[in-house]
Each structure stands twice: as structure tokens, then as C-alpha cells.
């Protein structure tokens, strides 16, 4: 995955926005105001994503490309090194995964109006 294919995959999910509010060379990825996705505009060497804390202790294990969240709470964030084995498909998947636990922490209004939107 390239940070073009990133940058699509993620604004492919409804609701998305894209923002630089850490400054112009970290790219943040935003549902209902909530951060799902970040990295580097500059190298892309990594992505920050949510993950529900038991299953990110796992794939730390797993993995020697998933890491605690950099500069995130680490119970809560992993930082997933690109280009270092991990599958196209898996890091769309935890992608989806990180947006999909950030929308169900929305207020009900805020999802309704999400699948409002996304239909």
C-alpha cells in the first residue's frame, strides 16, 4: 500500500474528512470530528489506527509490524509499520476496523446520520 492507496481507502469510508491539525506533514483521518487514522505525509513508513485494547495487545504479539500507538495511549492505538510484510487487505481491514470503532462511539445521532449519508 502506497499513501495514495491509504489516503483512498480511507476517504472511501463514509463520512470521512481529511485534516493536518498536528501540522502540514501528519495527515489525520477524522469520522464525526473523532480521529481514526494518521502517518506521516512525508516517509508514510507507519499509520496510527484504534484498535479494542485486547485485540491490539494481540496483534502486537503477533505481528512484528504492529507496535504500541506512537504519541497515542497505548492501550487503545497501534502504530502499523508499512511495507514491512503486512497484507494490503489486513491493513485495510484494521483501517476499517479503527472507523468502525470510532462511528459507534458517536453519539446515535451523529451514526444515524452517517448511514443516512452513506446510503
Known amino acids: 500500500m502506497n499513501i495514495e492507496e491509504y489516503r483512498d481507502f480511507c476517504m472511501s469510508l463514509p463520512g470521512t474528512t ?4 498536528f501540522g502540514p506533514d501528519t495527515l489525520v483521518f477524522k469520522v464525526g470530528g473523532k480521529i481514526f487514522a494518521l502517518t506521516d505525509l512525508q516517509t508514510f513508513a507507519s499509520f496510527n489506527v484504534k484498535c479494542d485494547p485486547e485485540r491490539a495487545a494481540d496483534l502486537r504479539e503477533r505481528f512484528d509490524y504492529v507496535l504500541p500507538g506512537f504519541h497515542m495511549n497505548k492501550k487503545h492505538w ?9 497484507p494490503d487487505a489486513q491493513l ?7 472507523y468502525q470503532l470510532v462511528v459507534a ?15
Open 78 to 86: 497501534n502504530t502499523v509499520l508499512v511495507g514491512a510484510g503486512a
Open 105 to 119: 462511539a458517536l453519539p446515535k445521532a451523529v451514526r444515524a446520520e452517517l448511514l443516512a449519508t452513506a446510503s
Open 92 to 98: 485495510r481491514e484494521w483501517l476499517t476496523d479503527s
Open 18 to 21: 481529511e485534516e493536518t491539525p
